[in-house]
């Protein structure tokens, strides 16, 4: 089996460096027989995707996590996606036991108390909903991009995931941010205003702020731990991380300027 999916990865990944997006989807959809689901942040990369996905009207299943703590504006873009496309993307949640007890046990803030309650925090609201998501996929599309993070520079188009069974498919893998902004402004491709105020990476709410001029894209999310460490477990698999010496947030930190240029429409 794991051969199997490295095969058929390597074969994707090689008919798809040549191709557009529109392409891409095409042969993804060609390639691999069974269930495929697209999960969106609804973030910007994945708005993209969204927009190649509905427009190839496709069997890909476009679905989203939604933890129960995302920004205002990131229900809004979700709402606005669904009319601009006309299309419904599924929702999967965190079950309501495991979210009780965490709030019970560690607070409703609990996981900026140590690096292993904010994984916890992670693998109930996020990792958990996504293996229901994907239960029986052959394949699973993301918006991951190399240049997103060190954590993730080596993300190929396409790769076997053994542990779920799965080929795991990165279209935009080799696409820079100015090529995404392009392509949803040239396509007017409706995103979320956040990343008009200096968040390039989106996630939960009170774990992800603007970033600073000089930093990283994903240097916002979970800003008070290492820098290396810094992923919920949905694409990265880590022993717990650290934290920063002196960076323990007490309180969710607030933007008070806009500290990147906005995105040209």
Known sequence: MTFQLEQAAQDLSRGMAGLDLTGRIRLIEASIPGRLVFTTSLGIE????????AMAKGRTEIVTLDTGRLYPETYDTWAETESAYGIRIGAYAPEREAEEDFVRSEGINGFRHSVAARQACCGFRKVEPLGRALDGA???????????????????LAEADPA???VKINPLADWTRADVDRFVSDNYIPYNVLHDRGFPSIGCAPCTRAIRVGESERA????????SKKECGLHIHRPEADVAPGREPAAFET????????MAR
Not at 138 to 156: E, F, I, V
């Open 46 to 53: 994945d708005q993209a995707l969204t927009h190649a996905l």
């Open 138 to 156: 052959a394949g699973w599309l993301t918006g991951l991009r190399a240049g997103q993070s060190a954590n993730r520079a080596d993300t190929p």
């Open 164 to 166: 779920r069974g799965l």
């Open 220 to 227: 916002g999310r979970w800003w008070w731990e290492q820098e």
């Open 255 to 262: 933007p008070t300027r806009n500290t990147s240029p906005e």
